[in-house]
């Protein structure tokens, strides 16, 4: 695995603890919410995203009917095939969504691993014999090691996971170094730091490098590892592996 890049360290000195200083909306708003983009809908922009998808028209149209409802406040932020695959009505449906779903996430990684490729390439050329870190790893406040490393463990989360937060409390707890992973981030660092301080991470340890926090990027599919997120994983002989 390579390095990936670390958010920087002034990015999490804001963070209070405990939890969001802002209140969490109710479920009322989230449906009226909901039901605003739902009648403010585009009929071109949803052929367009209906076909990125490789769904049909009507199916998008049920999509979005279906995150009007408890989906939809349950996973706010479900993709659309995971939503129609969970609510299928047949299992000629079921398995219609999931081969879309993994040809979709093959060429996400593929993509993904392109990228990483020329960003390799790019590195070597611009910064030949350059370690490639951020920041020294003996220095105070500075990010840590990152998923590259075999000594350290791994942990990927997802949003909107009560079960992530509490995994990453109780590692938290045992004053163990490791490295979280937010699976689905989309590249923004704020959403990285709204999960950080609604589980409750302390900002003195990601100064200290005790724990960093760290875009997924894709890292998660690429392990290939079995199971449902969130997952404590480390490298044992040379093969990344689920912890208990």
Not at 137 to 151: H, K, L, R, T, Y
Not at 189 to 209: C, E, F, K, T
Request: with cysteine; charged share 25%.
């Amino acid at each position: 695995m390579k390095h990936p890049i670390v958010l920087a360290v002034a990015l999490l000195t804001a963070l209070p603890l405990p939890a969001l200083s802002q209140p969490v909306p109710t479920v009322q708003s989230r449906v009226e919410q909901s039901r605003v983009t739902q009648s403010q809908s585009d009929p071109v922009q949803d052929e367009r995203l209906a076909r990125e998808w490789g769904l049909r028209a009507d199916e998008w149209t049920r999509y979005r009917q279906l995150m009007q409802g408890p989906l939809g406040i349950y996973s706010p932020n479900l993709d659309p095939l995971s939503a129609l695959g969970v609510e299928a009505r047949s299992d000629e449906e079921r398995r219609r969504y999931a081969e879309l779903q993994v040809q979709a996430e093959s060429r996400r990684v593929e993509k993904l691993l392109a990228y990483q490729r020329a960003y390799d390439e790019a590195w070597q050329r611009l910064q030949p014999g350059s370690q490639r870190v951020n920041m020294p790893d003996a220095s105070p406040g500075q990010a840590g090691n990152a998923i590259g490393g075999s000594e350290r463990t791994a942990v990927f989360v997802r949003e909107n996971c009560t079960p992530c937060e509490q995994t990453v409390q109780r590692l938290q707890a045992t004053g163990s170094a490791f490295d979280i992973y937010v699976v689905g981030s989309r590249g923004d660092d704020a959403r990285i730091r709204a999960w950080a301080r609604r589980s409750q991470v302390d900002p003195a340890r990601v100064l200290a490098g005790a724990i960093t926090l760290n875009h997924d990027g894709g890292r998660w599919l690429s392990l290939g590892l079995p199971g449902e997120l969130p997952a404590v994983v480390r490298q044992v002989n040379g093969q990344w592996q689920r912890q208990p």
